[in-house]
């Protein structure tokens, strides 16, 4: 059964740093696309970032870049988001996600199939 734990969600001020963590267990990670979403406060969940497993391609949406840092470590299952200038407007509730890949980029996977596993979210608030 897959299962993804987040943890490190935290209070931090604005242009703090904060580092998440998705711990993955049931599957490896190879063939799988692992993503961070968020979901703010009467906000859709939105994507913010993915890394493959296979190859470590890396995707970020355009208000996170240059922040936001998606790694892994396929030895320990696991993939970190550092997040870094952190801004009001980045407060919300943080969850990993895996998604298979069958076909297809990456990246389109991401952003047009549906993940088979989602995390139980981490909360993260910027606040002064």
């Known amino acids: 059964q897959l299962q993804l734990v987040e943890a490190g969600g935290g209070l931090v001020q604005p242009g703090g740093s904060l580092t998440l963590s998705c711990t993955a267990s049931g599957f490896t990670m190879d063939y799988y696309v692992i993503g961070w979403f968020r979901q703010a406060p009467g906000q859709e969940r939105e994507g913010v970032t993915c890394?493959?497993?296979?190859?470590?391609?890396?995707h970020y949406v355009e208000s996170v870049k240059g922040r936001f840092t998606i790694s892994k470590d396929n030895a320990k299952n696991n993939v970190y988001l550092r997040m870094s200038g952190l801004k009001f407007e980045d407060t919300g509730v943080y969850y990993c996600?895996?998604?298979?890949?069958?076909?297809?980029?990456?990246?389109?996977?991401?952003?047009?199939?549906?993940?088979?596993?989602w995390g139980q979210g981490t909360q993260v608030t910027v606040s002064s």
């Open positions: 890394i493959y497993g296979l190859d470590g391609s890396k």
């Open positions: 996600a895996a998604t298979r890949v069958y076909g297809g980029t990456p990246l389109w996977v991401f952003e047009n199939v549906e993940p088979n596993a």
